[in-house]
């Protein structure tokens, strides 16, 4: 399988539009790839927090048709990142969107664990209820988007929903790098799956991104990691390894906490 993750510059003198065009084209050059991966809010940039109620979207908005027609022109599974997008009741939500080869929306993501503590997303947006899962041909994606990396407990769910990569969609600041290596280092570890983790290039509102997105195995072995400028990530990997380490070390079947107790519910 061939993913090509889209490490996108989010430069504040370029305009929403004209990077949604420029993703369009940069995913367009992906035909012949499985699985191509955008980072988070990279229309608006992650940390540009006071444009977040301008650029607001509809689910099924600019964002939505521009990269659906993206996706059936290229050919591609794609993880088109994450959006701002404004339910019908006015609130705000971090949601990412998964399309088919035909263009068809397959899934859309609205991140849980909210980033700012008491400013920024935290206040301003809403937070996602479901986990979600996307089956394509040769694996089942699990979506986690930025902060949701901090937490284990997502993706121990996400597995026990059957994921098999798992997919994190980024906006994570530079001065924060080295817990975003670490962290996706150890949820494929400790769920014996691949990371497949795509972050933003650039300034958002001031705050430098730590680019560097990387794919990891199973076994936690960095497969490719990109530098800190705007770049695409392109590796192979094969999903059947998955299935073959939780077999050859199966820790997953070793857990006593976290599951439904014997006779529970009965």
Not at 56 to 81: C, F, N, R, S, Y
Request: with cysteine; aromatic share 8%.
């Amino acid at each position: 399988m061939r993913a090509s993750l889209i490490q996108i510059a989010v430069d504040p003198d370029e305009s929403v539009n004209s990077r949604r065009q420029r993703a369009a084209s940069l995913i367009a050059a992906q035909r012949g790839a499985d699985l191509v991966v955008l980072p988070e809010l990279w229309p608006v940039g992650a940390f540009a927090y006071t444009a977040f109620a301008d650029e607001a979207e509809p689910l099924q908005g600019p964002t939505h048709d521009i990269m659906a027609k993206a996706a059936a022109d290229a050919g591609v599974w794609l993880h088109a990142g994450s959006f701002v997008e404004r339910a019908a009741d006015g609130t705000l939500y971090n949601t990412a969107l998964v399309f088919t080869p035909e263009g068809e929306r397959a899934a859309a993501y609205r991140k849980i664990h909210r980033f700012g503590f008491d400013q920024g997303e935290a206040v301003m947006m809403g937070a996602g209820e479901e986990l979600v899962t996307v089956t394509l041909p040769q694996t089942t994606l699990g979506l986690a988007t930025c902060y949701d990396l901090r937490f284990p407990e997502m993706f121990r769910g996400l597995v026990d929903a059957g994921a098999e990569t798992l997919i994190v969609a980024a906006g994570w600041p530079e001065r924060r790098r080295a817990h975003w290596t670490l962290l996706a280092q150890a949820r494929a570890v400790e769920n014996q799956s691949y990371v497949l983790a795509v972050g933003t290039a650039g300034t958002h509102a001031g705050v430098q991104q730590a680019g560097h997105s990387i794919v990891v195995d199973p076994w936690g072995e960095v497969l490719a990691e990109a530098g800190a400028d705007e770049e695409v990530l392109s590796v192979e990997f094969d999903p059947a390894k998955v299935a073959a380490t939780r077999e050859q070390f199966p820790a997953l079947k070793d857990r006593r906490l976290g599951l439904t107790p014997p006779g529970a519910g009965k």
